[in-house]
């Protein structure tokens, strides 16, 4: 028997390594936010994506030894691009005997049909494939959305809510839905996407490119990935710093009133106080001719 080469022995490591690094990640992110209970039935959204991937295999290994049970259901939204290889994801679950459902709606023709050429599809895609997702997992008694959103789409969010929105918020990694009927998780909240790179390099996952938005080289998305990768380039471990400042928040050190109240702070009197307001309100504090 030919002994084993270093490298092949090294790789092995390496890819043990990771694996262990990215269990360890999603099941703290679970506990932290309280992702998954007994009985849950998880809707896993699979894309075809090295994220979606990466997660489903995290999920089916922590399965496997929590201590709580719950259902895995993987659902893909095949949503008709052209070339879309629609037997892959099929072949792929069912030879790992992984329950599945393919939903199929035409959105591609809608979007491409509303959007005008060359500018940013994402936001209406989103938006319609969240409605079949949200639709199917009502209809089919599911309990948790799990999305394949890792730490670098968090991070990314942020910013793009901050430069362009003018407000602090991103991706949470538990959401309730705005009509409070779906309860989204992302379990790779704490991942970072190199890490999730490689894994799914290593497993050779059958990856599916999306035809759609993947080559819109100038959304405003791929600039703020290219600043955060710059950053970590020359100041590493910044992007981890930003990551764990959301949730170390301060309410009092910034300026949003409906979160802390500044009015009240060191107010001796509520009558005077409310008198002092009525006053700036009514714009004399600026009058030069008193």
Known sequence: ??????????????AGKLA????????QAIADYGM??????????????????????????LQAKAPV?????????????????????????????IPFHIIEQDTYSVVTRVIPQGKTMCSLCSRMRRGALYQWASDNGITKIALGHHRDDILGTFFLNMFYQGSLKAMPPKLLSDDGSHVVIRPLAYCREDDISAYAEAR?????????????????????????????????????????????????????????????????EGAARADTHAWLAGGDAGDDND
């Open 69 to 97: 049970h719950f259902e895995l259901i993987a659902v893909n939204l095949d949503q008709k691009q052209p070339d879309f290889p629609a037997h892959v994801l099929p072949e792929y679950l069912a030879e790992r005997n």
């Open 20 to 27: 262990k690094r990215l269990r360890r990640q999603v099941g």
């Open 204 to 268: 050779a996952f059958p990856i599916i490119p999306c035809n759609l938005c993947g080559s819109q080289e100038n959304m405003q998305r791929k600039v703020v990935k290219r600043m955060l990768e710059d950053w970590e380039k020359s100041n590493p471990g910044r992007s981890e710093t930003i990551f764990r400042a959301m949730g170390n928040i301060a309410p009092s050190q910034l300026t949003d009133r409906k979160l802390f109240d500044f009015a009240a702070l060191g107010a001796r």
């Open 1 to 14: 028997m030919s002994a084993i080469p270093d490298v092949t022995r090294k790789q092995t490591y390496e």
């Open 36 to 61: 998954i209970e007994d009985g849950d039935r998880i809707m896993v959204c699979l894309s075809g994506g090295k994220d979606s991937y990466t997660m489903l295999d995290m999920l089916l290994s």
